[in-house]
């Protein structure tokens, strides 16, 4: 077998080549996969006493259901319970809104969890570069709320269609950005 001889004046190179590779993969990692950006703190009572007014008004009405729908500006702080604390994705994907898609992810919580929306520093950065609020809807169930982030992204949508010939090239991507975490 044989064996592959570096020479030395290369080798120093080499080595700063691969921390360096490994230093922007780490980067890469955290600013489009890591949810570790805290959004927004939900108030869970708050939400049920929303609900629960919402209910009232709408006794003659038993098949509407009632909903939250918030727009709120995004925290731009680091919340290490976005790492520690539970989460339960319940599913994602793209619904038509007048003349464009939106991207949501759909999240469960248990009954009187608190709860918390976590983003990566990505789409916590692109939120606020193109001055938007954070949109969330909040629907009761009947073992918890159903948290559904939504994403405006229609741009992309178009992009990702011509370079691949699908749709939903960047729904796996898109489903990682914006998390919504319990206490467990």
């Known amino acids: 077998m044989r064996r592959i001889n570096i020479p030395t004046r290369l080798k120093g190179h080499v080595l700063t080549i691969i921390l360096c590779s490994g230093i922007?993969?780490?980067g890469l990692y955290i600013s489009f996969l890591a949810a570790i950006v805290r959004a927004k703190i939900i108030d869970i009572d708050n939400v049920h006493k929303q609900?629960?007014?919402q209910s009232e008004a709408q006794l003659d009405h038993p098949r509407v259901l009632p909903k939250i729908a918030e727009q709120r500006r995004l925290n731009h702080r680091p919340d290490f319970r976005c790492l520690s604390w539970a989460a339960n994705?319940?599913?994602s994907g793209w619904k038509p809104e007048d003349d464009h898609s939106v991207f949501f992810i759909d999240y469960y919580i248990p009954p009187d969890r608190?709860?918390?929306i976590?983003?990566?520093p990505a789409l916590a950065t692109a939120i606020t570069a193109v001055e938007k609020p954070l949109l969330y809807e909040i629907y009761p169930t009947d073992y918890g709320l159903h948290i559904r982030i939504i994403i405006g992204v229609s741009e992309a949508v178009e992009p990702c269609k011509r370079l691949t010939?699908?749709?939903n090239?960047?729904?796996s991507l898109l489903s990682q950005q914006a998390v919504v975490k319990y206490e467990p």
């Open 24 to 26: 922007i993969s780490i």
């Open 51 to 53: 609900l629960e007014l």
């Open 89 to 91: 994705q319940v599913g």
């Open 114 to 116: 608190k709860a918390i």
């Open 118 to 120: 976590c983003t990566t």
């Open 165 to 167: 010939g699908n749709v």
């Open 169 to 171: 090239c960047t729904n």
